[in-house]
């Protein structure tokens, strides 16, 4: 008499695991992604939101497949949490001008942070920081990039889906005048004169700024090799002084590489 066949179950599969962590920031790069609405609802349909503090209470240990990181390094605590971070973590990706370049309040790396923290602070005994506001790049190896302030939400979800199907994420690496060419807005720096960081910024941003006769800011950081040296010598040579050239750099990404030796030299010119 023959055994009965036993059924085979499927093997159930689990969905991979995302967290969302934030660091020293402003949190609008976690609220562009829960203003991608629909979209956000189809990746949530695809992966386990295991850590998201912005949007639920609910918070699963790692280890994690995805981890999307907010903010700078800015607090001796975090050293230590984003290593931990790190080793918990398959793919680890920065994302926003704090986190990939440290952010616009990484201006207290030109100066002494106990003046800052004198000036704000009734008990300034009672803070513990760090000299400086750095990227978490710094400190850990970071798996990919993703530039703004803040972030695009288009972009953030096209990451986190290649990642996901196991594809190269992929983001422009030209300038925000490709952009402004593409929607057919005027050169703010030729036709009025604006001080305007867009030759040397990467793409990003649809060219906001500049739609509306605002120079660019540079929130998406320096783009693929930059002619820093050259645009400062054109703001210059249209009017702009040293220190408005100092001051542009040193923006929302400011402590990017390219950008903060940028400023350095300019800075030079002023002793």
Do not use: H, W
């Given at each position: 008499?023959?055994?009965p066949k036993r059924k085979i179950k499927p093997e159930k599969r689990t969905k991979p695991k995302l967290a969302v962590i934030k660091f020293t920031s402003c949190d609008g790069c976690q609220l562009s992604l829960l203003d991608a609405e629909d979209a956000l609802l189809d990746v949530a349909d695809a992966v386990e939101i295991a850590y998201f503090v912005e949007a639920r209470d609910r918070r699963l240990p790692g280890p994690y497949d995805v981890t999307l990181v907010e903010g700078s390094i800015s607090m001796p605590e975090h050293i230590e949490q984003i290593q931990e971070i790190?080793?918990?973590?398959k793919f680890l990706i920065a994302i926003g001008a704090c986190a990939t370049a440290g952010g616009i309040q990484a201006l207290r790396n030109w100066r002494n942070v106990d003046d800052f923290v004198r000036m704000v602070y009734a008990h300034p005994e009672y803070i513990d920081t760090l000299e400086t506001s750095t990227p978490i790049s710094e400190y850990v190896q970071v798996d990919f990039e993703l530039r703004g302030c803040p972030i695009n939400k288009h972009q953030l979800l096209d990451?986190?889906?290649?990642?996901?199907?196991?594809?190269?994420?992929?983001?422009?690496?030209?300038?925000?005048c490709?952009?402004?060419?593409?929607?057919?807005?005027?050169?703010?720096?030729?036709?009025?004169?604006?001080?305007?960081?867009g030759p040397v910024t990467q793409a990003g941003c649809n060219a906001i700024?500049?739609?509306?006769?605002?120079?660019?800011?540079?929130?998406y950081g320096p783009m693929e090799a930059p002619n820093t040296e050259s645009l400062g010598q054109h703001l210059l040579d249209i009017g702009a002084a040293p220190g408005e050239v100092v001051r542009l750099f040193r923006n929302f990404s400011g402590y990017a590489e390219d950008f903060?030796?940028?400023?350095?030299?300019?800075?030079?010119?002023m002793a």
């Open positions: 008499m023959k055994a790190r080793e918990q973590s990451v986190v889906t290649s990642l996901l199907i196991g594809k190269q994420p992929r983001t422009p690496t030209y300038s925000v490709m952009e402004c060419k593409r929607r057919g807005t005027p050169c703010v720096m030729v036709s009025k004169g604006v001080p305007c960081l700024c500049p739609s509306v006769n605002r120079g660019c800011f540079g929130c903060r030796l940028a400023s350095d030299a300019f800075e030079e010119m």
